[in-house]
């Protein structure tokens, strides 16, 4: 998981098993993006840019893509959409079969921001978000589960 701390997104371990079925294990990661960080980490100063119940669904995953679907009429100030897309997309490529996330709303791709604000197409990685990153994470694949 992936929680802002200040205007960085920290990687937290969870209780999710790496060797979860691909869909279980990424519907699990969706939900607890939605419930926000736990009381310990809220004490320890992180928090989320993703708002409650933001609507995210596990629409397919195949070939290393996730897709997801947004509730298009989720509340999010334009500032903090690209920490919010980047949560997310951290979030879910530290899955060990997700290597990109498409975000869609009402069947259909939405462009999002990336950490610069420039808006992009398609599926987006984790490296697009690596800025997001503490310095102390020298590359976005240093967390979370190895790679099949």
Known sequence: MFWLAGDRLVPEATDFVCTESPAVL????????????????RSAGRSSAVPPDPGLDLIELA????????EPE??????????????VVLTLTSAPTVRSVLLVANGKEVKVPLPDGALTNGPVTAEDYADLLPDRLTTPRSFGCARP
Do not use: K, W
């Not at 990424?26 to 009381?39: M, Q």
């Not at 989720?74 to 949560?87: D, I, K, N």
């Open 26 to 41: 990424i519907e699990g990661l969706l939900d607890a993006l939605a419930t926000g960080p736990s009381e310990e980490a």
């Open 63 to 70: 070939d290393g893509r996730v897709e997801v679907d947004i």
């Open 74 to 87: 989720t509340s999010l100030s334009a500032e903090r959409l690209p920490v919010a897309v980047g949560q």
